[in-house]
């Protein structure tokens, strides 16, 4: 009887420890800075603003291109929370479509934008 609680025990030892080992690194990877974050915090500095909705599979898809990077997009919700009407500050841009990308120059894209696109338009530099 005593061998089986002592096997017990060092079988909950061991993943205690694996369980804090998963957990620690997990930790150390969401530190790391994302592949694009310069490339996002550029966009934003050069007067790119991309406007979107939480309901919108396009803008999802773009923000997904970004990864952990997207939390730097120059981003601003358009809808509402009830997700039936639009917020001012997009319907003062007359942003008619989602996502809707407006630039320095004024000039206006709308649909999910490739990211070489992206940084021909705002000549920011995209990591290789």
Excluded: R
């Excluded at 969401?30 to 996002?40: H, R, V």
């Excluded at 358009?78 to 630039?103: H, M, R």
Aim: overall charge positive; some cysteine; glycine content about 6%.
């Amino acid at each position: 009887m005593k061998k089986n609680n002592t096997k017990s025990i060092i079988v909950i030892v061991i993943v205690v420890i694996l369980a804090f080992a998963g957990i620690y690194t997990l930790a150390i990877q969401n530190n790391k800075p994302g592949k694009l974050d310069d490339f996002a915090k550029c966009l934003q500095k050069q007067g790119a603003t991309f406007y979107g909705a939480f309901w919108c599979p396009h803008c999802k898809e773009q923000k997904a291109e970004f990864g952990k990077s997207a939390k730097y997009l120059p981003y601003v919700e358009c809808s509402t929370a009830d997700s039936n009407g639009q917020l001012p500050v997009c319907t003062n841009q007359k942003i008619e479509s989602y996502p809707t990308w407006i630039f320095a120059d004024g000039s206006k894209q709308t649909g999910k934008i490739e990211l070489q696109d992206l940084a021909d338009k705002t000549s920011c530099e995209l990591p290789k």
